[in-house]
C-alpha cells in the first residue's frame, strides 16, 4: 500500500512555542512521532511534511495523487483562505481527513469556515495533537475498506 500523506500548513513549524495557551505545549515533532506510532499500529506508512508556502502544499497534494493512498492535513491558516488548496484536494481523488489542533468552531469568526472540509471525509478539531492519532487510525479503516 502507498504511504499516507501528511500534510501540515503554515505556523505549525511554531507548534509548542506559538501561543501555547490557544495550541498547547505539544511540537510538531511529537504530533509527527504519535502520527508515525499511530501508523506503524494501524499497518501504514506515512510521509510527514510541513510547509509555510501554499504552493509547496499544493505540489505535495499533486504528488499525493500518484504517490499516496491518503492525504491528512491540517492545513492551518491556510483552512479560510485557500481555493488553491481545496482544488488540489478535489483533483487528487484520494480519501482526505482535515485535522485542527484547536476546535476552530469556538475560535474567531473568521476561522470557523473551512474551504478544505468541501473534500474531507472527516474533519477533527479540538483534539490537540491527538487528532492526528485518530486521524490516522480513520484513514486506515477507509484505506482498507478501498483496498
Do not use: C
Given at each position: 500500500?502507498?504511504p499516507?500523506?501528511?500534510?501540515?500548513?503554515?505556523?505549525?513549524?511554531?507548534?509548542?512555542?506559538?501561543?501555547?495557551?490557544?495550541?498547547?505545549h505539544?511540537t510538531?515533532?511529537?504530533?509527527?512521532?504519535l502520527?508515525?506510532g499511530?501508523a506503524?499500529?494501524?499497518?501504514l506508512?506515512?510521509?510527514?511534511?510541513?510547509?509555510?508556502h501554499?504552493?509547496?502544499?499544493v505540489?505535495?497534494?499533486q504528488?499525493?495523487?500518484?504517490?499516496?493512498?491518503?492525504i491528512i492535513?491540517?492545513?492551518?491558516?491556510?483552512t479560510?483562505?485557500?481555493?488553491?488548496?481545496?482544488?488540489s484536494?478535489?483533483?487528487?481523488?484520494?480519501?482526505v481527513?482535515e485535522?485542527h489542533?484547536?476546535?476552530?468552531?469556538?475560535?474567531?469568526?473568521?476561522?470557523q469556515h473551512?474551504?478544505?472540509s468541501?473534500?474531507a471525509?472527516?474533519?477533527?478539531?479540538?483534539a490537540g495533537?491527538?487528532g492526528y492519532?485518530?486521524?490516522?487510525?480513520?484513514?486506515?479503516?477507509?484505506?482498507?475498506?478501498?483496498?
Open positions: 500500500m502507498k499516507v500523506a501528511v500534510l501540515n500548513g503554515p505556523n505549525l513549524n511554531l507548534l509548542g512555542l506559538r501561543e501555547p495557551a490557544i495550541y498547547g505539544d510538531l515533532d511529537d504530533a509527527e512521532a502520527t508515525r499511530a506503524a499500529e494501524v499497518g506508512e506515512i510521509e510527514f511534511h510541513q510547509s509555510n501554499e504552493g509547496v502544499l505540489d505535495l497534494i504528488a499525493a495523487r500518484t504517490g499516496a493512498s491518503g492535513i491540517n492545513p492551518a491558516g491556510f479560510t483562505t485557500s481555493v488553491a488548496i481545496l482544488d484536494l478535489l483533483a487528487s481523488e484520494l480519501p481527513i485535522v489542533v484547536t476546535n476552530i468552531h469556538r475560535r474567531e469568526e473568521f476561522r473551512s474551504f478544505v468541501k473534500a471525509q472527516a474533519v477533527i478539531a479540538g495533537i491527538q492519532d485518530l486521524a490516522v487510525r480513520r484513514m486506515a479503516t477507509i484505506a482498507l475498506r478501498d483496498r
